[in-house]
């Protein structure tokens, strides 16, 4: 590893003032950059009124599109700025022009809103959805997810970390059979991207989605859409907007045109207010490396989990911790009583259902999840029937 001073990036965090948090996987924390970046926003708003568009805005979110391709080497041209998840996998799907005889495939531990966009577009016999079963919520098994993959597949969605386990996905086998049976893929990366590295050249994917509530530290309102050129030069999407215009500032209501870049999934105006810190969340993910950060939380998960299970509690992760993210789940019977207990001890988790969530990033320490192994434990001594 380089040597990083990660205790120079952690003072970024004011959080860690009054509160041990380890919750990443539902919220990334916002630094100083970030929280100035946003009044600097407000300032712009305040001073300029809608001169800002031309003075500061449209730069800033070329600005934001250059960061993300830099952290997944992409090309600018190939990443459009949608709202959310939901949007994007909407966008996608009405690109199909699925018949009923047609499949879409995701897995039961994929992100829901995957799941709920295939059903919606099935009751409209806009193609079948196939929901994948897991191994008992923790993996899913790719020979079997494979099986459900044939020549009437047209869209194949997974995740590469898992949000209910953070087990990691041999998505790889996955894609490879959905190309050969010329599906389209895409990459639910939210849990993943910033936290485990990626180069979508290398790999070779045809769209990837995150987003930067979590591992990006951009707070809400802001997914990055990565679309291959190649792959954009196929779809013209039916769910659009003026933002997806080839001529955008012809304000032509006469043609729809769309854009050669990945501005063609893109629909109406972005947040720019949530553009502003999501650009300083990239910029310290980049300056740090996404290296650094894997290598960094492989060793904060490992003191975690080798902690927990030396006191007995029941853990949802894989032998090799090469296969897993930085998100644990302890299993539970009672997980919001947990998550309050440990909240009056000032440390911030979450839960799912039938486990609590701990997910530590490159700002938490030793001491963060020591501190956590004791908090748990005592509560265990006091409560044994919770776990
Ligand atoms: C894997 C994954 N995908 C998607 C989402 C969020 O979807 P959306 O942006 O539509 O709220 C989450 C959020 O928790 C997630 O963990």
Redesign the pocket.
């Known amino acids: 590893m380089n040597h990083i001073n990660w205790l120079k990036y952690r003072e970024q965090f004011k959080t860690f003032e009054n509160l041990n948090y380890l919750n990443t996987?539902?919220l990334g924390l916002l630094s100083d950059n970030g929280r100035n970046s946003l009044l600097n926003y407000i300032d712009t708003w305040t001073n300029m009124g809608a001169s800002a568009w031309y003075s500061d805005w449209i730069s800033k979110t070329n600005a934001l599109k250059d960061e993300y391709a830099k952290l997944i080497n992409a090309d600018p041209d190939e990443i459009a700025i949608l709202?959310?998840?939901?949007?994007?996998?909407a966008v996608i799907l009405s690109c199909l022009n699925l018949t009923d005889k047609d499949e879409v495939i995701t897995s039961e531990l994929?992100?829901p809103?995957?799941a709920h966009n295939f059903k919606a577009q099935e009751s409209k016999g806009n193609g079948k959805a196939i929901i994948v079963e897991s191994e008992q919520m923790k993996y899913v098994d790719s020979d079997k997810f494979i099986s459900k993959i044939n020549n009437h597949t047209k869209l194949v969605v997974t995740?590469r970390?898992?949000?209910l386990s953070g087990f990691i996905n041999d998505y790889e086998k996955i894609m490879n059979s959905a190309k050969k049976n010329n599906a389209l893929f895409f990459l639910?990366?939210?849990?993943a991207t910033g936290q485990l590295p990626i180069d979508v050249k290398e790999k070779n994917i045809d769209i990837m989605?995150s987003?930067g509530?979590?591992w990006l530290l951009g707070g809400?309102g802001i997914?990055y859409m990565y679309v291959s050129r190649e792959i954009t030069k196929q779809l013209e999407p039916s769910v659009t907007g003026w933002f997806s215009h080839k001529r955008q500032f012809e304000f032509d209501p006469h043609t729809i045109e769309f854009s050669d870049t990945a501005s063609r999934f893109e629909t109406g105006t972005p947040a720019i207010s949530s553009i502003y810190p999501a650009v300083e969340g990239l910029k310290m993910i980049n300056e740090i490396g996404v290296d650094n950060i894997r290598e960094r939380t492989l060793k904060l998960t490992s003191l975690l989990i080798n902690g927990l299970l030396e006191l007995g509690f029941s853990i949802k992760a894989p032998d090799d911790l090469h296969d897993h993210a930085s998100i644990t789940m302890i299993s539970c019977s009672n997980p919001a009583e947990v998550v309050e207990t440990l909240s009056a001890n000032g440390i911030i988790v979450d839960h799912r259902p039938g486990s609590v969530r701990i997910s530590p990033f490159f700002y938490n320490t030793e001491e963060d999840i020591n501190h956590c192994i004791e908090i748990l434990s005592e509560i265990k001594n006091q409560k044994p029937d919770l776990f």
């Open positions: 996987c539902s709202p959310n998840v939901s949007s994007a996998i994929d992100f809103t995957i995740s970390v898992f949000y639910d990366d939210y849990q989605i987003g509530l979590k809400s997914v």
